[in-house]
């Protein structure tokens, strides 16, 4: 809010500046002060041009010859708009026409044209347009520093870790913070017959995520705006509109090459997934003369232009202090139980993928349960394989960090029909319900070899990753960012492994292609997003399906996920009843939406870059559909 009111109070000064102008015209005018000089025309005209280039020449000895060019223009606006104003005031109160004003003004009272030239560049540096860099500019130079101050004091802590690792080697593996060799360190740790050792080992863990970058170098992030590539969105602009090409248009940006947006907007819409903003955003930001018409012609001629944001951008901002500020270490008391929890597993193998623990068993009764895997193990003899198949805490500790900032969550590695999951919720949703939705769901997502799934329920959001050991996030719905929680899912997955666990294919449909009527060509009208979607209907004992399909893909296997999504969930129980479940394969994605009553389900697919959107015209559609 302060950016806001400095704003405000420029235009105040601006304000001082043109009501003390206007009081000096009209006092010497009235005094007749300077009356008997005679200027001639041609020298009142054209010294106001020459006085103003003069002064852009002198004032933006560093700025750019297009930035010159702009404050001259803008010297001559702001001149002609005092003496218009000064021409009315003499009208007004010295009874003088309107044109005689004019010519007081400009030509005839010298005294008036002089203060006007005094008058004008005061007005501009109210608003520090006198500076030979922009305001702006320099105000993002101080956060800058900051971050980059807040970056290097990370940089530190593997130095100590490595000054640790000549004292004390054990140790050191443990809290050297590089995401590649944390899982290798619980080996050495569990060889140690120290029962105090693992508490010790355990707590550095949250560190991790300081080592990714949340942000990148040189980011402002105290004045309220999120920073945006230039390069990123500059293929979205018109290029017919500018007389400058796309690299000398980023460098005369009033940030170089950088688009700033309110993070306020940002915020407003990350939650459905993508931020479109208006040309409205950033107008500002580009000179006045790097467009080939006015600013009105402008807005005439793109009325509708819009431009999606890149959310990997944006989520690398948004994250320290935005979203939140989650510390990693309260769900780690979930994550690690008590050694003596679980007996004999002390060498746990490195990998993500645990599939050649098995030789732990045979050699268990060597050590001491120094690094119990999750608290869903179970508490049976030793050589019992299910322990075999849980996560190491270092894996699970380096996914459970990919969520730092983001919220508050219990999580843990749990254990569901043979296959392990790390499952992580939000306080105050059931756990056991999540866990029993992503198992439904999981069969699915093998199927059509979906990266994520996204179920919004009336009261929750299930965030499902595919990947070795799935990644389950659960939260309210209200304040979810289904965006967010979705990139970090999938880092998270990426940690875990990315080949999913072999689960049983869903039973195959007998499906009857239907006849469509006008709902569901208007339908498909409404679903603009997925670019031109062909309707197609299908049927079966259990009900109707809707295929919109923007590809040409199978509309037939598109129908039986949808029916089988459908039945599968039911009526969602403790988690609401689904509102809408979407699987996303890269820029491909497919979203299916329960209707109401037993009007059927709609599945539309197709390559989509504006996820938000996509959701709200299937809601239109299956209002449409609903209609009877």
């Not at 540096?125 to 101080?142: E, H, I, L, N, V």
């Not at 294919?505 to 569901?520: F, H, I, K, T």
Request: one cysteine or more; charged letters at 15%.
């Amino acid at each position: 809010m302060p950016r806001y009111r400095k704003s405000e109070t420029r235009w105040v000064h601006a304000a001082c500046v043109a009501g003390g102008y206007l009081v000096c015209v009209a006092g010497l005018f009235t005094l007749q002060a300077g009356a008997g000089l005679n200027v001639p025309i041609s020298v009142a005209v054209s010294a106001p041009p020459l006085v103003y280039a003069a002064l852009a020449v002198l004032l933006l000895r560093e700025a750019a010859f297009v930035r010159r060019l702009s404050w001259l223009g803008g010297a001559c606006l702001v001149h002609v708009v005092l003496a218009g104003l000064a021409a009315t005031e003499l009208a007004w109160a010295g009874g003088l026409s309107l044109g005689n004003a004019l010519a007081q003004v400009f030509v005839l009272f010298p005294p008036a044209p002089l203060l006007t030239l005094i008058a004008t560049p005061l007005i501009l540096a109210t608003f520090g347009m006198t500076a030979s860099r922009p305001a702006p500019r320099s105000d993002a130079a101080a956060p800058r520093l900051a971050t980059g101050t807040r970056s290097r004091g990370v940089i530190p802590s593997p130095r100590a870790a490595g000054a640790a690792a000549e004292s004390a080697p054990t140790a050191a593996r443990t809290i050297a913070p590089p995401t590649t060799r944390v899982a290798p360190s619980v080996v050495p740790i569990a060889s140690t017959p120290s029962p105090t050792t693992p508490p010790a080992v355990v707590a550095p863990a949250p560190t991790a995520p300081r080592t990714n970058p949340p942000s990148k170098p040189g980011r402002a992030a105290n004045d309220g705006m999120v920073r945006v590539p230039f390069d990123r969105i500059a293929a979205q602009l018109p290029a017919e509109a500018f007389v400058l090409p796309f690299e000398r248009l980023g460098e005369s940006l009033r940030e170089p090459h950088v688009i700033l947006v309110p993070r306020r907007v940002v915020l407003s819409q990350m939650r459905d997934g993508a931020v479109v903003i208006t040309w409205a955003h950033i107008a500002s930001q580009f000179p006045d003369l790097a467009l080939g018409m006015t600013g009105d012609q402008f807005r005439k001629e793109y009325p509708d232009l819009k431009f999606v944001l890149p959310v990997d951008e944006l989520d690398a901002q948004l994250t320290p202090d935005a979203v939140g500020t989650a510390p990693v270490s309260a769900p780690l008391p979930v994550v690690a139980p008590k050694p003596s929890a679980v007996p004999a597993r002390a060498d746990v193998t490195p990998t993500p993928a645990a599939t050649v623990e098995a030789p732990a068993s045979s050699r268990a009764p060597a050590a001491a349960s120094t690094t119990p895997a999750a608290r869903a193990l179970p508490r049976s003899a030793p050589s019992s394989p299910p322990p075999a198949e849980m996560m190491d805490r270092g894996t699970l500790a380096r996914i459970v960090a990919c969520f730092s900032g983001v919220g508050t969550f219990e999580a843990a590695a749990e254990r569901n029909a043979g296959t392990v999951a790390v499952v992580l919720v939000e306080p105050g949703v059931s756990r056991e319900a999540a866990i029993a939705c992503a198992g439904r769901l999981l069969p699915f997502v093998a199927g059509v070899s979906a990266d994520v799934v996204t179920l919004r329920t009336e009261r929750t959001v299930l965030v499902l990753a595919a990947a070795s050991a799935p990644i389950v996030v659960a939260v309210h719905r209200p304040n979810a960012s289904v965006a967010l929680l979705a990139l970090r899912a999938l880092s998270a997955a990426a940690i875990a492994g990315t080949i999913p666990p072999a689960t049983p294919a869903p039973p195959r449909r007998d499906l009857e292609p239907m006849g469509s009527d006008d709902r569901v060509a208007r339908a498909a009208l409404a679903l603009r997003t997925f670019g031109g979607a062909e309707p197609t209907v299908f049927a079966d004992a259990s009900g109707r399906v809707y295929v919109f399909s923007g590809g040409g893909g199978d509309d037939k296997g598109v129908a039986a996920l949808a029916l089988g999504v459908v039945e599968a969930l039911g009526d969602g129980g403790e988690l609401g009843a689904p509102v809408t479940v979407v699987f996303r394969r890269g820029a491909e994605q497919t979203v299916i939406r329960p209707l109401s009553g037993r009007a059927g389900v709609l599945a539309a697919t197709g390559v989509v870059t504006r996820p938000g959107r996509a959701l709200r015209d299937a809601e239109r559609a299956a209002a449409v559909l609903e209609t009877r």
